[in-house]
């Protein structure tokens, strides 16, 4: 059933539904909240339903942990569980944002140090290769640019006792 067929329905079985196809943690908290309603209106004779309910959205989202075990949330009214359960989604969301852009950041950093420490040999090796042989053709230029690391390093290496430049590439 989809969300529209789901939310005309009144019963629990629906809520449930629409909890399970939430596709976000926040999206499934109106349909929770109203499971909990329902419970609520339906009294005592419903609180082991309620409860396995509660234990069973706790356990469903426990990765993130939106409603721990150590919350209270028997004792809450339904108008106390949704401001503490949206102020939840929202603050883990502003953090896992933050824990992004620092991890982007320092990954980021990492790869700009590693790029820059190649484009420096690149740049070394074309130096000494045109100190030593003039000026650099073009397809050289264009292979060192393009080449790891290591492979700049090989060929310094071999630029050192090359007496031309085809003993670089050949030797």
Same mark, same amino acid.
């Given at each position: =059933?989809?969300?529209?067929?789901?939310?005309? =329905?009144c019963?629990?079985? @629906?809520?449930?539904?629409?909890?399970?196809?939430?596709?976000?943690?926040?999206?499934?908290?109106?349909?929770?909240? %109203?499971?909990?309603?329902?419970?609520?209106?339906?009294?005592a004779?419903q609180?082991?339903?309620?409860r396995?309910?509660?234990?069973?959205?706790?356990?469903?989202?426990?990765? /993130?942990?939106?409603? %721990?075990?150590?919350?209270?949330?028997?004792?809450? @009214?339904?108008?106390?569980?949704?401001?503490? !359960?949206?102020e939840?989604i929202e603050?883990?969301?502003?953090?896992? /944002?933050?824990?992004?852009?620092?991890?982007?950041?320092?990954?980021?950093? !990492?790869?700009?140090? @590693?790029?820059?420490?190649?484009?420096?040999?690149?740049?070394?090796?074309? %130096?000494?290769?045109? =100190?030593?042989?003039?000026?650099?053709?073009?397809?050289i230029?264009?292979?060192?640019?393009?080449?790891?690391?290591?492979?700049?390093?090989?060929?310094?290496?071999?630029?050192?006792? @090359?007496?031309?430049?085809?003993? /670089?590439?050949?030797?």
């Amino acid at each position: =059933m989809n969300e529209a067929e789901l939310s005309r =329905m009144c019963n629990l079985a @629906a809520e449930i539904f629409r909890i399970e196809k939430s596709p976000t943690l926040k999206a499934s908290i109106p349909p929770f909240l %109203s499971f909990l309603k329902w419970t609520t209106k339906a009294g005592a004779e419903q609180d082991s339903l309620k409860r396995a309910m509660k234990v069973w959205f706790t356990r469903a989202q426990k990765p /993130v942990k939106i409603i %721990s075990e150590d919350d209270a949330i028997d004792e809450m @009214a339904i108008e106390e569980i949704e401001p503490m !359960l949206s102020e939840r989604i929202e603050k883990w969301s502003n953090e896992l /944002v933050e824990k992004g852009r620092a991890e982007g950041k320092a990954e980021g950093e !990492l790869k700009g140090k @590693a790029e820059g420490k190649a484009e420096g040999k690149a740049e070394l090796f074309l %130096s000494l290769f045109a =100190m030593k042989f003039g000026t650099v053709p073009d397809h050289i230029r264009f292979h060192i640019e393009t080449a790891s690391t290591e492979e700049i390093l090989l060929l310094s290496e071999r630029l050192l006792i @090359a007496d031309t430049p085809a003993d /670089v590439y050949s030797l």
